[in-house]
Nanobody, 126 residues
Framework: VQLQASGGGLVQAGDELRLSCAAS?????????VAWFRQAPGKEQEFVAA????????YYADSVKGRFTISGNNAKNTVYLLMNSLRPEDTAVYYC???????????????????WGQGTLVTVSS
């Protein structure tokens, strides 16, 4: 599966932004797990949210719970990350990832995902 992440940009604190992760033409996510990770400058990559096995469950990092929502559109083969109440500390490159074989205990682990998009930069100004 080839992934295309988009939707990043420069916003102010408190604003909303929606990221998209699209499977390439002719491909579908099916029951794959799709996740978002992010990496801020000088920091390690961290888990943000996951859409597990086609949406049977969703998972969030504590730092974004209640502010971010992950959802999917099977018809468009796209998974979205709606980010509300953005904070400067949300500034990072956001990556989407997918894999058909994720088990629940590894959903937050980046090394578990086989397919990755190219990343989209989100900058939140204070």
């Amino acid at each position: 599966v080839q992934l295309q992440a988009s939707g990043g940009g420069l916003v102010q604190a408190g604003d909303e932004l929606r990221l998209s992760c699209a499977a390439s033409s002719g491909q579908t996510f099916g029951r794959q797990t799709v996740a978002w990770f992010r990496q801020a400058p000088g920091k390690e990559q961290e888990f943000v949210a996951a859409f597990w096995r086609g949406g049977s469950n969703t998972y969030y990092a504590d730092s974004v719970k209640g502010r971010f929502t992950i959802s999917g559109n099977n018809a468009k083969n796209t998974v979205y990350l709606l980010m509300n109440s953005l904070r400067p500390e949300d500034t990072a490159v956001y990556y989407c990832a997918a894999d058909p074989s994720i088990i629940l205990s590894s959903v937050r682990m980046s090394r578990s995902y086989r397919y990755w998009g190219q990343g989209t930069l989100v900058t939140v100004s204070s």
